[in-house]
């Protein structure tokens, strides 16, 4: 009998394959509102990219070429915003292809006419003076002002404006790229990079595991690197590396930690390029090389959670991989999470309870600025016919955090970790998104333990549900109460700041209470200069405090012109601008707006046009 049946499923099986059209692999991507790719029409695996960087014309341009798999397709569909197609090949043949219609947030759907045996496209192309994703730099506008540069950002979906590319974070790509570049400058990339300039600017990559678009990305510089460690090390212009190398020296402890949490890193290489200071981002995760910004090179590694967060993405984002824009929360809550354990494990709770409390004002003024959207403060977003970018805010990141944290707290350090770590491990090299997670965690964690949890109150609905993890954090008690004291007593008295950490002047300055007096600030600043302060965060949240009271003295008020011109980082200039709005100084934020618009990165520039109604 056994034999029968096995030879009945056998034939059941013969029938079922022989049925399905040949060569047909098993496409299963869900609706995305962000690519006009089909994938599961017609799918790129594997692109090999060769272009020319001429910072002449300040155009790429060259091609991409892509290995596909597809249904039987006759069209393959392409991304693609602000570029010129000049040509596509089908197996190296001229082919029909077309653009369809332009929208504002997608671009244009590029496509291409396929054949049901075709293997490879190539599409023969080059970039516009509005391609979002790169920003070209004059050599005034870098650390060492000798040279040009170039970076690209691709998250969410700016890679489609310098490659054409099925540009959805479910798909994922394996990759070879030729780089062009003036032969002063290296390039680098987010895949196996050189460690020297070559001769002739001529560069070759590769990288090896597959990624999704989002993650390619391109930096072309007068830098050099210095390593940490044999699988660690900085990228940087000359004059910035040793700081940066100092800075980041805890690198590979902090690679070793994570591994030691949630398993194997799997990138082999974990690289930081330090970026000129419009770099929009405080860190971007790109796979065996993460972009940073010079800002947290605060002298004091100080400010080097950051470094712990884009290796964080090593695992969660860049293994596993949100399906969607509207699962951003999976990429960055995770990460904030794995984030701040790694601190824990490197410095020790009350550093990592002072990240996390900070990370709870943000979370509480994000729920504040959105009291007439609470849809926003949902985990799980609905962004179809909006900018992704709409949806990258602290509630991804801090309300994400604080369901994970109390998760753990209701499960047990043990029991979560272990649960991540599978997590990690059963969904490596995919993609998931909420729904999918959810199941996982009912399988995998709360029915396993018997734990009844609120999980759809926390990603389905707005707000903060009851069940909270509560976060405290003693030294910003003392922090608060050194507040009280100088105010009340209209006296500083600096023994009580002595020792102070980063984290606790930012609790500080953040802290100070509604009605503070410009007579108190003046004597707060006169005490600590906390005006020409060297560290980036803490200027920035001072001088958001000085226009939220209206703070004139120590010629303020062009260090923060200076500060908004030279720094491009969204999240600190738009604190600042938003600052000025709040307090009805729209005009004043104009006047500097258009003095440093033109260093801004087009991420930078596209929020803070719609902020201030810039043209
Ligand atoms: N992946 C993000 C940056 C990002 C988010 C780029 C959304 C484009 C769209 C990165 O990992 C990040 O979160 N950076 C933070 C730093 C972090 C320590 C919170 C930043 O840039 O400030
Ligand atoms: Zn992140």
Redo the contacts with the bound molecule.
Sequence with gaps: MKKILLAFGCLIFLISSCSKKQNIPTLSYIEEPHSFSQPNEAVITHMDLDINVDFNNEMIHGKASYLIKSNEASQIILDSKFLTIENVQADGKDTSFSLGEFDKQLGNPLKIDINKHTKRITVFYKTTNKTEALQWLKPQQTTDKTHPFLFT????I?TRTWIPIQDSPQIRITYNAKVQVPSQLMAVMSAENPKSKTPDGHYSFKMAQPIPP?LIALAVGDIEYKAISNRTGIYAEKSMVEKAHYEFSDMENMVASAEALYGKYAWEQFDVIVLPPSF??????NPRLTFA?PTVIAGDKSLT??I???LA?SWS?NLVTNATWDD?WL??GF??YF?MRIMEALYGKDRANMLARIGRQDLEEEIEGFKDAPDETKLKLNLKGRN??DG?NSIA?DKGYLFLRTLEETAGRENFDIFLKNYFQKHAFSTINTEKFVDFLNENLLEKYNIAFNTDAWIYTAGIPDNQAIISSDKFKTVEKTIQQFVKTNIVDKTLTEGWTTQEWVHFVRNFPNDIKTGHLAMIDNAFNLTNSNNSYIAMVWYEQAINHNYRGNNIDTKIEEFLIRVG????VSTIYKAFKRNDKTDEALAIYKKARSNYHA?TANTIDDLLGYN
């Design positions: 950002q691709g998250q969410a700016l989002y929009p981002f405080g860190g971007m995760e910004t959670s950051l712990a967060h884009e993405h984002g951003f990429n960055e990460t904030v984030e992704p970018d990258m990141y980082r969204r999240w600190y991420v």
